[in-house]
């Protein structure tokens, strides 16, 4: 069974530029999840989708960060624009509808805002 | 205050040591409680997860939860060297039934010299 695949591995860009993610999860899991994972702390949820229908985003900082799943499997996250302390791993995991205590985790993306 | 607490360590231990790490939380809710390991540039990977108060055992792993004192842990005997990641807790409350999203620690960093 492949896992979840997320792309670029690492990206840097200036403040104030933009960024996009992509991830892939795992063949038929509804529950898309995208954590923040800043250096020496533990991930944080950004944005859960339940297909393509948006669960939790309370924590989405909205006036820069977007994130889609249009057709309820590969799911997009953007920042627009990037800050310095936006410098983190973005997490992509996955989990089978319901079953929100198995989390699979792709590898991440590690972006450096300069 | 953190909902969850977690020593960040570092841990260094003797090969064939036997580890325990642990976390403290203070939300109430907090009724699945699970550990990940990470390796270094790589997702958690899910170790276990416990529903409640209890111990479940896997293998070299052992997970405590004491609900009353609010305090999780995680044995590991006969450590080894490829037991050298960091070890995340996580905890999830009962809630809305659609709601996957974790809390983490921090995180402990473990390395077990040969």
């Known amino acids: 069974e492949a896992g979840v695949a997320q792309s670029p591995r690492y990206k840097i860009i200036e403040k104030r530029q933009s960024v996009a993610f992509w991830c892939n999860p795992i063949s038929g899991h509804a529950t898309l999840y995208w954590y923040q994972q800043i250096l020496g702390q533990g991930p944080k949820l950004l944005i859960q989708?339940?297909?393509?229908?948006?669960?939790?985003d309370s924590q989405l900082p909205k006036d820069r960060f977007s994130a889609e799943r249009l057709k309820g499997v590969d799911s997009t996250l953007k920042i627009q624009p990037a800050k310095l302390e936006d410098s983190a791993v973005y997490l992509c995991?996955?989990?089978?509808?319901?079953?929100?205590?198995?989390?699979?985790f792709g590898p991440g993306t590690r972006l450096t805002v300069l | 205050q953190k909902e969850v607490e977690q020593d960040p360590g570092p841990l260094s231990v003797p090969e064939g040591a036997i580890v325990s790490l642990n976390c403290t939380y203070s939300?109430?809710?907090?009724?699945?409680f699970m550990w990940y390991r990470q390796y270094s540039r790589k997702g958690p990977e899910l170790l276990m997860y416990t529903y409640s108060s209890g111990n479940k055992e896997d293998g070299r792993f052992t997970a405590q939860v004491d609900k009353s004192s609010k305090y999780i842990s995680l044995f590991i005997r006969d450590s080894q060297p490829s037991d050298s990641a960091t070890y995340l807790c996580?905890?999830?409350?009962?809630?809305?039934?659609?709601?996957?999203?974790?809390?983490f620690g921090q995180g402990t960093t473990l390395q077990v010299k040969p």
């Open positions: 939300n109430s809710a907090f009724q699945y």
């Open positions: 995991a996955s989990s089978a509808r319901r079953d929100f205590t198995s989390q699979f």
């Open positions: 989708f339940q297909n393509n229908g948006v669960v939790d």
């Open positions: 996580a905890m999830r409350a009962m809630g809305s039934s659609n709601t996957g999203k974790l809390i």
